[in-house]
């Protein structure tokens, strides 16, 4: 009776392995496998010399903003627009201080009338004095009346030119000729103080904006004539060092450098990306990774990228980013040249799912 209850569960435990075998199987064979696109990080900066980033700037730009706080009742320009020295480019509701002014052309009127009459006193009893007809005492008592007549008619005037001031602060006007490159404010929208509203830029003199690695930038001078490649134009033109920072506190460690474009006929516009090539042998040999920014995958204050395995299942490869270029972001960490890394896939990504390259 023993025996056969033995063998009554061997044949129970083999027939549940064998169905959880065939599970387990099925479950395998029917994992998704996503086709993927995927993209080699490579460089072509083959170039034994300095080459750095940069960025086409306008030599005269502004950002405008106001000291008050009020609706906005009209933005009169749009983005393109071509406007002129003293052109309204933003009217803020001023009807507070226009209220003010009034005010203070009321205290005018009656500083004015006030110091007219104590001018004509202070001159009759001067004359009066030379006569012996008056006291020192009354000479002096209306020589101060005079003189704080003087002294409030002048506050007063002071005061109408800070309220005129304050009007230039609601009317915002393009302080020179030039181009509307942005704006934030449409009519109904609060404007507060210090908020950028609207920016402009003047057209035609142009800058490169570089950024050099500390390893190289002490070997940089003013007068160092540069070429500055443009990618977007398929232009070169010539440059000369114009400025070099001595401090990198403030843009991540690396030094700022700025270049004087030399005349030219290209078609340039401000926020070209650019490649400056010095005439100095670059000591580091690391070449710069970029990867577009449609490729990056964030999770909350992280970073990253899938790549393939050996196996072909996607991994999801932290990385530290750095500046941003067009639609390209450098990598600083985290993935090399010469690697691979998925662009697109059609399905969901996650990690150690199958993937097969297109």
Avoid at 7 to 23: E, N, P, Q, R, Y
Avoid at 155 to 164: P, R, T, W
Wanted: charged content about 20%; some cysteine; overall charge neutral.
């Amino acid at each position: 009776m023993k025996i056969t209850y033995s063998i009554l569960t061997l044949s129970i435990s083999l027939v549940l392995a064998s169905c959880g075998s065939k599970d387990q199987k099925s479950a395998n064979d029917g994992l998704q496998t996503i086709p993927v696109t995927i993209n080699q990080v490579a460089s072509n900066d083959h170039s034994p010399f300095l080459v750095v980033s940069g960025k086409v700037l306008a030599k005269n730009s502004a950002n405008l903003s106001t000291r008050t706080m009020g609706f906005v009742n009209s933005v009169p320009v749009n983005i393109g627009d071509k406007v002129q020295k003293g052109q309204l480019l933003v009217a803020i509701n001023n009807a507070d201080l226009q209220a003010k002014q009034a005010q203070v052309n009321a205290s005018i009127i009656e500083a004015t009338a006030a110091f007219n009459n104590a001018e004509k006193d202070y001159y009759r009893f001067k004359n009066l004095f030379a006569e012996n007809s008056a006291s020192q005492k009354e000479l002096d008592d209306i020589t101060a009346h005079f003189e704080m007549a003087k002294a409030r008619l002048e506050a007063a005037k002071q005061m109408k030119n800070e309220i005129n001031a304050q009007f230039d602060y609601t009317n915002i006007k393009a302080p020179f000729s030039g181009v509307v490159t942005h704006k934030t404010v449409k009519k109904g929208d609060m404007a507060n103080p210090g908020q950028p509203l609207i920016s402009i830029e003047a057209p035609g003199e142009f800058e490169v904006m570089a950024l050099v690695p500390e390893t190289e930038i002490s070997q940089i001078t003013k007068g160092t004539q540069v070429d500055v490649s443009i990618k977007s134009i398929n232009a070169t033109i010539t440059g000369k060092v114009t400025e070099v920072s001595t401090s990198a506190s403030q843009t991540g460690g690396q030094y700022l450098v700025k270049i004087d474009i030399d005349e030219t006929k290209a078609n340039l516009l401000s926020g070209m990306f650019t490649a400056v090539r010095f005439p100095i042998e670059k000591k580091e040999q690391n070449q710069m990774v970029l990867v577009p920014t449609e490729a990056i995958v964030t999770q909350g204050q992280l970073s990253g990228i899938y790549t393939v395995s050996q196996n072909n299942t996607a991994i999801l490869r932290w990385l530290r980013l750095g500046r941003t270029f067009g639609n390209d972001v450098e990598v600083l960490s985290g993935l090399n040249t010469s690697e691979a890394y998925i662009v697109s896939a059609e399905g969901k990504l996650y990690n150690g799912v199958k993937v097969s390259i297109q």
